[in-house]
């Protein structure tokens, strides 16, 4: 058998007989000239014959096309197969019930979810997943040359993470556990062996809002790492990881960037900094609204500090840092010189909250203290505090959220769209 | 500040001042000489001085070492630091309850798994996890290479994958969920979207079984793909996946595996194959026992075979192909010549299974039909079998199991030693 060309590569076989293979992606039958489209991994390609569509397939049937390779400047790919012998390799497919050849699917939201492994198959939609799919590779690299190591932690643990609530409870061999909400307190714990890790995992949050921007399973970039000397340490590595995953995402996925129209974004040497404080004092002084003394920004405050980072510093990026105490986790290292903030930040990625991160305590003490203020019994934390007494380093990491990411790149204005079968408060399925 | 060296790279620095950081990993007092050993995320670094310890830390502490980098063939990397300033980044540890700097640790496996969060800093224990981290980072490469797409699946699911026991379940919003057995069910609906797709990610097993191979939550190297001729396509991917990951673990993670002593195994260029009753035969033949009729190789079995492959081809992996359809999941493509058996396979490594898979079905009449044999309902797996009604090509594929892999790579007697805070039967702290 001849052996198989990809889509992308057809033009450099003009002259030769090759074999294709795919799915039957739009079958085209003029008065007398037959086209086929052909969609494969790599991208589509297209069969001509005069005569009827013979036989006469219905799209998304999975076809062999051999043929002879003629170059042609209407054809996807700049060349197209003439006098083609199509085989069908697993019988005609049952209709699809979406076009998937037309530029864009106009169903609703709900209803894309509920098919996803057929609409997942649409170009637009699978490009984002492509895109995805590449800046985790960048991740990755990142942290590789910066000699982390890569970590595989425990999802099921024996007592919640983050805080009591929004977590899924599993009866584990007749004992109550849980589903991990990240991978914190291993993350840390690890600090103490390889010094440098990072992880790239499932996250589980019970989250009872249904918004655009939560979902219940989400795919957690985490990273952590000793000897600092202080939280922006945390900051200029993070910055290298956004910047390796907007490099690889360019390189690796250009034919997905280029379908959506994505603007990679510029990620600046340093990026901009705001104290939570200044930016609260900023849209106090620039919005009719007052901010100040609040704990935490609003999502429309993260969108006017969006604009403003571009507008003012031309970043995309933006960080805010020394988040006050009060709504972060009791592990937070506070700022010594500043009452009541932390030593800790969010990074802004167009307008949202794409990062948690910052200092952490790092001697026992701390945390038997910080934990007595927030009237927290330690003997529920006895493992996690555990490390602390044998020696660890001032440290600090940062998650970021896969699907936030991806959603902001590509402009989709729902996580769900940017998740592979998401889940929600009102979705488990398929 | 002067910026910090690693041990490792100590002696590129002889006659210059510089900063190490690390773990007190050994202190000891000589009559009129002091050496600290440091330990940090490259490896050992000596301190020497004449005088007594000063400050007096227990090992484990964490610290800051100033001083003149002095060439010296005894100390370990060939340099040492003179005249040191010795700074405790984080006041004195409590002392370590082992020594985390004799050669090995004396203690039993769940003593060791107890205290996880400090034992995981020896040396030979961390050292499989730095193999595990190359293996992935090779088998990764290994994917992009060929094509294949990075995906992550929900780990939270409607119902049971792979059988309806050994599944764990739990409350999801109020409705009963499950944890994901194996990512299968979306692998193949996603070769309908990329054709090729790989994960690395956990799977959970409620394993009744207490062995030292069985753990309740594992890390799986999952590969899944389109348009193959036949079974022995996936075969030949997965061997690009193993040689792959040979290669980076001997590359990425030379100085672990030099500890541990570890040879790498030779990749044949085509791994050499058996079928199943070919193997029964064999056992049969050479053994004092007779396996024929059975459906399924016992552990011993398998490791009979993996001498076989080794003294008869030189190779420690071998396929046994063809395994009976009795013990096979329904979505198994049987063997069309060949009743009863299938078109799958194990691969076993140095005489234990390692890799499971093989060619599944992919026209939807099949699946229907094989589930009205097994007696099960196709009302229960509607949301799997839509995605074969919309045209999906003949493809395979195939799951690593990463603590399998690091285990028979390293020679450790139990899996738990090569998963980070392991979960098992009885397990399910730290």
């Known amino acids: 058998m001849i ?8 033009r450099r076989h003009v002259g030769e007989q090759v074999r294709i293979a795919g799915w039957l992606h739009r079958r085209r039958e003029l008065k007398s000239v037959t086209f086929l489209i052909v969609r494969d991994r790599s991208g589509l390609a297209q069969a001509v014959w005069h005569g009827p569509a013979e036989p006469a397939l219905p799209e998304e049937s999975v076809i062999e096309v051999t043929g002879t390779v003629v170059a042609s400047a209407e054809a996807p790919g700049g060349a197209e197969l003439h006098d083609p012998l199509v085989t069908a390799l697993s019988g005609p497919a049952a209709p699809p019930p979406f076009d ?4 864009s699917l106009t169903a609703g939201l709900p209803t894309i979810l509920d098919g996803a492994p057929t609409t997942l198959r649409h ?3 699978k490009a984002g997943f492509e895109i995805a799919a590449a800046s985790v590779a960048g991740f990755r690299a990142a942290m590789d040359g910066l000699g982390f190591t890569e970590v595989h932690t425990p999802k099921i643990v024996p007592s919640a993470t983050e805080s009591g609530a929004n977590v899924f409870g599993l009866d584990y061999f007749g004992h109550p556990a849980y589903l991990a909400q990240s991978p914190q307190f291993y993350k840390q714990a690890l600090v103490g062996v390889f010094e440098r890790v990072f992880e790239v995992g499932p996250v589980f949050r019970a989250e009872p809002h249904d918004t655009a921007r939560h979902l219940a399973q989400y795919t957690s970039l985490d990273a952590e790492f000793g000897f600092i000397s202080s939280y922006r340490d945390v900051m200029a590595i993070l910055r290298e990881a956004i910047a390796g995953m907007t490099a690889l995402a360019a390189e690796r996925a250009q034919a997905a960037m280029t379908l959506l129209s994505v603007k990679a974004p510029i990620v600046p040497g340093e990026i901009p900094a705001l104290h939570f404080a200044d930016a609260q004092e900023l849209i106090a ?3 009719d609204t007052d901010p100040r003394g609040e704990p935490d920004l609003s999502p429309g405050h993260e969108r006017w500090l969006g604009d403003w980072a571009l507008r003012e510093h031309g970043s995309d990026f933006l960080f805010v840092t020394g988040y006050p105490m009060a ?3 009791f592990y937070t290292h506070p700022d010594p010189a500043r009452p009541g903030y932390s030593n800790s930040f969010d990074l802004i ?5 794409l990062v948690t991160g910052g200092q952490r305590l790092h001697r026992h003490a701390d945390y038997l203290a910080a934990l007595a ?3 927290e019994d330690p003997r529920s934390y006895a493992g996690y ?6 020696g660890m380093p001032p440290h600090g990491g940062f998650a970021i959220g896969l699907e936030r990411w991806t959603a902001r790149l590509t402009g989709a204005a729902n996580v769900r769209q940017v998740a592979l079968f998401p889940r929600d408060l009102h979705r488990l399925s398929p």
Chains 1, 2 share one sequence.
């Open 349 to 353: 990625f167009r307008g949202q909250e």
């Open 385 to 390: 505090l555990q490390v602390f007494e044998h």
């Open 373 to 375: 203020e927030r009237g």
């Open 3 to 10: 052996s198989r060309v990809l889509a992308a590569d057809l």
């Open 100 to 103: 998937l050849y037309r530029p």
């Open 285 to 287: 002084r620039h919005t």
């Open 327 to 329: 709504k972060r986790p």
């Open 123 to 125: 170009p637009v939609l």
